[in-house]
């Protein structure tokens, strides 16, 4: 049987590309734009060629606010992968459990950013907050609006509470989709318990952990709202991370042409670490 | 001039009246279009639709497992080429700072190594 050809279906694509035409494509041509030159608003741009990469790549300050942004990504990965992974396996399998654990599960991830901020904050505040002044009852010198340590610790805590429930959900649901016929096999075989989680579980959940990892990636290292409102980047500049410093740039010192510049080299940077993971992990399924 | 929209202003233009020109739409000078970078644009639309007529004149992408031991696809190959002549500027640009289109030839090579061996 010969399949009709009909071109015509391609003008139903239409709205999609022209959704995306205006919420990516023309913002980002902008920032290209943008990144070259320079402007005091009232719609008039200076041409200022390559300088702006040149001096935000030269900058001490994209360092140090890539170099925390770096850190406090690979921070919460380690925890939260692990951390999600060990709560998958422990979460019940069947019964009146499943549901109260994944609704329990699922309740961080339904508050929004700012919000999640907000309760941190006061939460964590070393006076009145339920988190700092037990803490600080307990002896600890604890107050994250000034010493820097606590200022990580707190918007790390945040963070693993925000969202170590999307790694959980994606492990869990990696979990249950694992044949009975492997464990009843590996049962048979006399394996153990760990080899079990490595050479069964480990090995079903590894798309749904690139997944989780990219996700978590992606979202740790554009992170903005929720350490904005806890700390607003500070104590100094200690929890700037790329976004809050972008924002600081471009809208607190109207700096459009470095901020465009900054978040281009920001883009590329997310774009290759992006194909190196999602590379990297696609190979090694081909392998196995 | 017609396409004066896409002509950035100089400090030399500072406090002067903008020419208004054909191309002058209101909805289009907020993106502060210049022609250097509508040239990158139009190379990289250029790119993309070298691509397409390229899949219809050979259709499957050339899957292949290159030197990194990576397997690419025609579409694969033109994303690494694009995103590693960005860092390769980038880069010049921070490290030796001045001359850049000898970057630029560097990454025309790297282009041709990248779809020929990657």
Known sequence: MNKTVNQKAWFFVIPVFVLVAFNAIIPLMTVV??????TFGNNVFMWEGTRWFKQIMLSERFHASLGRQFLFTFIILFIQIPLGIAIALTMPKEGLGVPVCLVLMSMPLLIPWNVVGAMWNIFALPDIGFLGHSLNALGFDYNFTQQIGDAWFTTILMDVWHWTSLVVLLSYAGLRSIQPAYYQAAEIDGASRWAVFTKIELPKMK??????ILLR???????????FVLTGGGP????AFLSIDLVKMALGQFDLGPAAAMSLIYFFIVLLVCWVFYTLMMRNEEKS | MIFSVLQAATWGDMGKEKEKSFFDFEFITWMAWTWQTAAFFIFIALCLTVMVIWEKKSPGGDPRRGILGLDTTRGDRLFISLLGSAFIHLFWLALVGSVLWIATIICVAYFVLVFKYV
């Not at chain 1, 734009?33 to 320079?38: L, M, R, V």
């Not at chain 1, 798309?207 to 989780?212: N, Q």
């Not at chain 1, 100094?236 to 929890?239: C, I, L, R």
Request: glycine fraction near 4%; aromatic fraction near 18%; avoid cysteine.
């Open chain 1, 33 to 38: 734009n943008y990144a070259f030159q320079e």
């Open chain 1, 207 to 212: 798309k749904v952990l690139t997944i989780a």
């Open chain 1, 217 to 227: 990636f992606m979202d740790s290292f554009m992170i903005y709202t929720e350490p």
């Open chain 1, 236 to 239: 100094g500049n200690a929890t």
